[in-house]
């Protein structure tokens, strides 16, 4: 048996990482070896709503994208409760852009629902009435009961959002990672998103989201990431989420939002 150093023992019997939801390090992407994302380094924190805040092409989706092996990354390590993606695959939840959907393909609300309890039936075990039951249940928490057999073409774009967010729900997951929610959809579904995210951190769930309207991050989020190719900040919403960083983050591009970023008090 070789020598075990130091180093090594804690990394074999440190238990710490076992209750960091999500943690990344010198995380480093590149499309076509043009860089998009280098040198992340980040943990977060348990049972906290988490804003993902940048402009675009800042590497917002591509982060969550890399962390859930949907692309390749170049280096770098992404820890799930301690342990890889493929591990912890059952305790993940994931809701995609709406746009990178197919929504023509032939299949109704309940049925997308029920492809979220897959991953604890696995793949050649038919979802039975017990399944069924939880599908419709989460169709229900988001304003959707109504509509489980129309079909999702039919379905206006903040229903078709409200339909994946419940197939998210319906995993049962224990960290979520949700690509701008709320691009697109109406007042209505805003107000259901953001009761289910409070309903989920309530039950001790971690949630990252995509976000774009600064307006709503001190409303939305306990704790905030600032991207912009790099890390720039990450922390609680109250003590990242100034004006300061912000201007890092975006850069002369904050003057055209600056209505929307924080004020007085340095914020």
């Not at 380094?41 to 800042?58: Q, S």
Request: aromatic fraction near 8%; hydrophobic fraction near 40%; charge should be neutral.
């Amino acid at each position: 048996m070789g020598i075990v150093s130091q180093y090594d023992l804690k990394v074999l019997t440190d238990p710490v990482e076992e209750h960091i939801p999500f943690s990344v390090r010198n995380m480093a992407v590149a499309y076509h070896k043009k860089p998009v994302l280098e040198d992340i380094t980040f943990t977060v924190p348990e049972g906290k709503l988490i804003g993902i805040l940048g402009p675009n092409g800042a590497g917002k989706s591509t982060l969550i994208k890399a962390a859930l092996g949907l692309v390749p990354t170049i280096s770098g390590e992404v820890k799930i409760y301690g342990k890889s993606y493929k591990e912890q695959r059952k305790r993940i939840g994931y809701v995609p852009q709406r746009e990178s959907v197919d929504w023509d393909f032939p299949t109704n609300a309940l049925d997308v629902v029920m492809m979220g309890r897959y991953g604890r039936l696995g793949w050649f075990k038919r979802p039975g009435k017990k399944e069924k039951e939880i599908a419709l249940d989460c169709l229900r928490k988001v304003g959707m009961g109504d509509f489980y057999n129309r079909q999702i073409s039919q379905l206006s774009g903040g229903q078709q959002q409200r339909v994946f967010l419940a197939r998210a729900l319906a995993q049962d997951a224990d960290i979520y990672f949700m690509d701008e929610p709320f691009a697109g959809v109406d007042a209505l579904t805003e107000k259901a998103i953001i009761a289910l995210l409070s309903d989920l951190k309530e039950q001790g769930k971690t949630v990252l989201v995509v976000h774009h309207d600064l307006a709503t991050v001190e409303e939305y989020f306990d704790h905030v990431m600032l991207l912009n190719g790099k890390l720039i900040a990450s922390g609680p919403t109250d003590t990242t989420f100034t004006s300061e960083l912000l201007q890092k983050t975006y850069g002369g591009r904050i003057a055209m939002i600056g209505q929307s970023a924080p004020t007085g008090n340095g914020r």
